[in-house]
């Protein structure tokens, strides 16, 4: 009796408490992203010295700094540096012992910054770009208690050390660095602190010379060079310079990785040993790992790395001597390995993530103090992609001889950020995503199957048909245990309206599309667009060397198929559902004549012009005049319906709607009078519709240009002059055939005509500008699937690291200027014009959220027409879906089909109650009458 | 003021006089069919930034094959620049008009090419054998509307407001013509 009760008061629990959430953290996503992290700059560090909770702080490749709370992987802060230009790509993060800040080196800015929350504690410009950037432990010989100092080494043409005071910025003394040679890297003992500067000798050897300066004064107190022969062809072959140690070392091997030399900084001594060799391959990475602080053990440890498996030595410092001797090895492993150093007081331990295993050993000896068994890191990859670790921080707590725990944060070979606490995955950030540059969305293949058997059964003669779609039945009858199954919940969800887009399998609204990324390190990451958290596959596309480069470009011609191209030019095609490559002899080369395209006219960017060709011969060009650049070239998007040729006015009458498919928005820019221009050309002819020229424009700032339907727009940074105001703009123009509403000008009711032949005037352009409050960064538009929604117009606000969405509505350029709108245009949704924009609050589609360094936004449509799905990308991932006309075709998520059927079920009992009386009423009534 | 008057005059015909010998340009609009391996000159013409005439015209030999002809120019620096066209629109029954597009310093910076064929209504002042020549001008770009500035006194107030009529002072022919009324009435009854 009881339980009946009770399960009915669960079942009004549940939508009661989802009252009062709105739609706006469930259909969108984002991903507060940094980049892959780099070795040398990700650490465990305690941002609050009193308190043992620490935080993951680190310094990406995409120059992004911030802390990662371990326990979830959510980002407590993060700060966006800029570097000084890409040919430096060199980035240092240190954070000292025991310190509040932690103290970033990039370009050649050195910053502190506060560890808790990220904010600016000081910064200092050095002259030139920094070679290295490290933090007194001591000063003056003895521990400080209050912020440390740091040291720089800048290069440039005046290289220095400078020594900047930790909690103020100052610097308090610097040596100029005499001679030619390169500055390369900074080290600093309990006494003293050594600049490392590159000697080339006139053999094109590089030689390593030592300057040693007194952390004090800031005196040069020692200088030499350390006799490393001819072996050091190149910089590369210096494998570590240990920083803040007991005994800084510095190691270098020759090209061929046979012998490493190690040599304690302070000393002349080189020790030298020879390099075993385990397997058949060469040696291609040697790596030394050391401890950071200054009251640790001076051991370290060699980690070499063959193709296909990897090894390690550890050596130990004799203090009194300076010898340095091997103590132990760790066993070769194949595949890639990644060892972190991690300290506990003064004693050292050492990591070992493989494949397969997460082990920790101390340094002192070879015993294995934990050892856990990896099953999988629990990523998606490629089919038959071995996950392999790329480097890893750890942070060990140790009671007597056993780990008792054990957290390390692991960068796969996939780009995944993972931690692994005592061997288990806790969380994944996919960090790959934050390097993405081209994206592309395709239908899974299972929509597309149904479609195509569809399709063989309607052209087959009807008896295969029949016998075809029989076999169809009996194929989809295996499922129906696992519907049965599901179906009770399926219910339950249905009536409390919680169902809406978590039903997994179907996706009848094509909300659940793969978003495919192609990442800068050559790989493809497919993301499921209902379920982004989730990353479907992960592999590797493009074979790049590092510090190579590509730029692909992805396209989904077919359903199910996502299409890479890249410079080379051919299209490799993968599965969209599982990632696996299609049959590759589908390439397509675009310069191969076919036959249905080959008469088209194709246009490309070559040079400073636009050169359009048409039938193998070129056609028309366009060249911009003697110092004018083209910025950009928005041509109308291929998949672009538009449900209605014209506008429809309150009196019924029509306004033709200039619709071409060939027209492209070009911008270009003349620096040397800071104009810009815009040209809408016709891409088949070349023939300009229109054009225009704004002068006095801020040339170094974005302009972003959109055109879709019969309508463009672009944004730009205007400076101040007499006829406009210094501010940000945003012109919309639209092309119309006619302005007489139910004319169509020159073309009239001809129903062909080629854009070659006839002579038609141009189109007629409305354009309006508004004063937008901050500079857009890139433009946007909504599409649905037959363009019978209205659009909206995205634009990424890179100033408040936001997105919205401005109704086109809004910015109509048929809004009355200087009158109110009459009573027609009110009703057509026209308001009066207003020349300030101010971006609505509503229309931010990022909500609260910070969605920093978006470079591009994509579009697709739903399989539904009211709704668009949005997809941003740059630094950060983003992704929702709008509907920009609201979702008029589909019922929204507090729609309560159990409160429907309850109002249907009461009425159908009310009439069963009620109809005899109502009988019995007229009965009596008729018999009063009568 | 007299003076001013014809200073004014003086300085607008001196204005009109410098506009009408403003250097004139030349340019040679060059046709090419699209299997020609050179263009040939279409047209000769001059322009400044308010008006072009057309000092030659040739009607381009098109080979039977072809069906398209570039139309275009070269610039200073040796580039090309042009549109492409449908070679029936060089039928000598069409009237065809070449648009010169010129940027806001008056340079030449892309050509188009219309023909149609009825008569057209161009002038025929600037028309040679069937080939007239329009300028097209760079429009400059929209700026915001911007609302009327408020317009503060030299000592930087903001104009008062006219004070308001008061009731007597906007009624008062209501409330005489209502006395009138009363008096004329009550006059009218004493008789």
């Known amino acids: ?930 | 003021m007299r003076v001013n008057t014809v200073i004014s005059i003086l300085l607008t015909f001196l204005c009109s006089l410098s506009a009408a010998f403003e250097t004139e340009h030349t340019v040679d609009v060059l046709a090419w069919p699209l299997s020609a391996p050179k263009g040939a000159t279409l047209a000769k013409i001059t322009y400044n930034s308010t008006a072009a005439t057309v000092k030659s015209y040739t009607q381009p030999t098109i080979p039977s094959s072809d069906d398209t002809v570039r139309i275009g120019y070269y610039h200073p620096s040796g580039s090309w620049s042009g549109i492409a066209t449908a070679a029936s629109n060089f039928a000598p029954e069409k009237s065809k008009k070449l648009l010169l597009h010129l940027n806001s310093d008056g340079e030449l910076y892309h050509v188009g090419f219309r023909a149609s064929d009825y008569g057209s209504s161009i002038a025929t002042s600037n028309k040679m054998d069937g080939m007239s020549v329009e300028l097209v001008k760079v429009r400059p770009g929209p700026t915001p509307h911007l609302n009327k500035p408020v317009v503060v006194n030299a000592d930087g107030t903001v104009p008062s407001k006219e004070p308001e009529k008061s009731f007597l002072q906007k009624y008062w022919y209501f409330i005489a013509g209502f006395l009138i009324l009363q008096v004329v009435m009550s006059s009218g009854k004493g008789e």
């Open chain 1, 1 to 930: 009796m009881l339980l009946p009760l009770l399960t009915a008061v669960t079942l009004f629990l549940a939508p009661a408490c989802a009252v009062f959430s709105d739609e706006a953290w469930n259909i969108d996503y984002h991903f507060a992203l940094l980049g892959a992290p780099k070795e040398e700059t990700s650490f465990f560090h305690r941002p609050n010295p009193s308190s043992k909770a620490s935080l993951i702080y680190t310094l990406s490749e995409e120059h992004a700094l911030g802390a990662v709370n371990p326990r979830d992987g959510s980002l407590v802060w993060r700060q966006i540096l800029a570097s000084g230009g890409d040919s430096h790509n060199t980035s240092f993060l240190r954070a000292g012992e025991g310190q509040d800040v932690v103290i970033s080196g990039i370009g050649s800015e050195v910053a502190a910054w506060s560890a808790a929350d990220g904010r600016l504690v000081w910064n200092v410009n050095a002259d030139g770009p920094l070679e290295d950037v490290e933090i007194l432990e001591l000063s003056d010989g003895k521990e400080t208690v209050g912020a440390k100092d740091a040291v720089a080494l800048s290069g440039g043409e005046h290289p220095m050390v400078q020594r900047i005071d930790g909690a103020s910025g100052a610097v308090k003394w610097q040596y100029s660095i005499d001679g030619s040679d390169a500055p390369y890297q900074l080290s600093a003992s309990s006494t003293e602190v050594y600049a490392i500067l590159l000697h080339k000798t006139i053999l094109d050897y590089v030689k390593l010379r030592v300057v040693a300066l007194d952390p004090v004064t800031g005196q040069k107190t020692d200088e030499y060079m350390l006799s490393s022969e001819n072996e050091l062809a190149t910089a590369d072959n210096v494998i570590s310079v240990g920083a803040n140690s007991a005994s800084p070392i510095i190691a270098w091997t020759d090209a061929a990785h046979t012998t490493l030399k190690v040599n304690v900084v302070g000393t002349k001594s080189i020790s030298s040993f020879s390099i075993e060799r385990h397997d058949g391959n060469a040696i291609e990475r040697v790596k030394l790992h050391a401890p950071y602080h200054i009251n640790s053990l001076s051991h370290f440890l060699v980690h070499y790395e063959t193709a296909t498996s990897h090894w390690a030595e550890v050596y130990h410092i004799d203090l009194k001597n300076s010898k340095v001797e091997k103590a132990y090895s760790l066993p070769r492993v194949a595949g890639r390995g990644a060892f972190s150093t991690s300290t506990a007081d003064a004693n050292v331990y050492f990591t070992r993530v493989t494949r397969d295993e997460l082990s920790t050993v101390s340094s002192a000896s070879h015993g294995i103090l934990g050892r856990w068994s990896l099953s999988s890191f629990g990523v998606a990859s490629g089919v038959g992609e071995q996950v392999e670790p790329v480097h890893a921080v750890s942070e060990v707590s140790v009671k007597g001889d056993t780990v008792s725990a054990i957290r390390t944060t692991v960068l796969l070979s996939t780009g995944d950020w993972v931690l692994l606490r005592d061997g288990k995955g806790i969380w994944n950030r996919p960090e790959m995503l934050a390097s993405t540059v081209a994206v592309t969305f395709a239908m899974p293949a299972d929509v597309v199957a149904l479609a195509q058997q569809l399709e063989v059964e309607a052209h087959g003669n009807p008896v295969a048909a029949y016998i075809h779609r029989v076999q169809r039945h009996v194929v989809d009858l295996q499922k129906l245990p696992s519907f049965l199954v599901s179906m009770p919940k399926k219910i339950v969800q249905g009536f409390l309206g919680t169902s809406a887009d978590h039903a997994a399998g179907s996706d009848i609204f094509g909300f659940r599309q793969i978003i495919a990324c192609a990442t800068r390190s050559g790989r493809l990451v497919a993301l499921d667009a209902g379920h982004p958290d989730r990353t479907l596959w992960n592999r590797d596309v493009a074979d790049l060397k590092p510090g190579q480069s590509w730029r692909p470009s992805l396209s989904s011609t077919k359903d199910g198929v996502i299409q890479v191209s890249s410079a080379a030019g051919t299209g490799i095609n993968y599965n969209a559902t599982d990632g696996q490559q299609l049959a590759g002899d589908l390439p397509i080369i675009p310069d191969e004549p076919d036959l249905s395209t080959s008469r088209a006219v194709r246009y490309t960017m070559r040079g400073n012009s636009l050169e359009a060709t048409y039938d193998w011969s070129p056609s028309w060009t366009f060249t911009p005049i003697h110092g004018e650049r083209i910025l950009n070239l928005v041509p109308r998007p291929v998949n672009d319906p538009v449900a209605s040729i014209g506008k429809v006015l309150r009196d019924r009458r029509v306004l033709y709607k200039y619709l071409d498919s060939n027209i492209a928005l070009l911008a270009t820019a003349h620096d040397a009078s800071s104009k810009a221009n815009f040209y809408v050309l016709n891409t088949i002819s070349g023939a300009i519709i229109y054009s225009n020229a704004h002068p006095n424009i801020d040339l170094t700032a974005p302009v972003p240009t959109i055109m879709s339907e019969n309508w463009f727009a672009y944004s730009f940074t205007s400076e101040a002059s007499d006829a406009t105001t210094k501010g940000h703009q945003l012109v919309i123009g639209e092309v119309f055939e006619s302005l007489i509403p139910d004319n169509r000008g020159a073309m009239g009711a001809s129903s062909n005509y080629s854009t070659l032949q006839t002579a038609t005037d141009p189109p007629f352009t409305l354009t309006q500008t508004y004063q937008i409050p901050e500079p857009i960064s890139q433009l946007a538009v909504t599409r649905t699937r037959q363009g019978i929604t209205s659009r909206q117009l995205l634009a990424v606000l890179p100033a408040s690291n936001a997105i919205v969405g401005i109704p086109y509505g809004i910015v109509d350029p048929r809004r009355p200027v200087n009158r109110d709108p009459t009573k027609d245009e009110q009703a057509e949704g026209l308001m009066r014009y207003a020349p300030v924009l101010d971006f609505d609050p509503k229309w931010y589609l990022n909500h609260q959220r910070e969605v920093v360094g978006i470079k591009n936004v994509v579009t697709a449509p739903a399989l539904i027409e009211s709704t668009s799905l949005v997809f941003a990308y740059g630094l950060d991932v983003f992704g929702t879906r709008l509907s920009p006309s609201f979702s008029f075709d589909i019922l929204g998520r507090d729609f309560n089909k159990f409160q429907m059927l309850a109002t249907v079920a009461a009425l159908a009992v009310a009439t069963f109650v009620v109809a005899p009386l109502v009988m019995r009423k007229q009965v009596d009534q008729r018999w009063r009458f009568l």
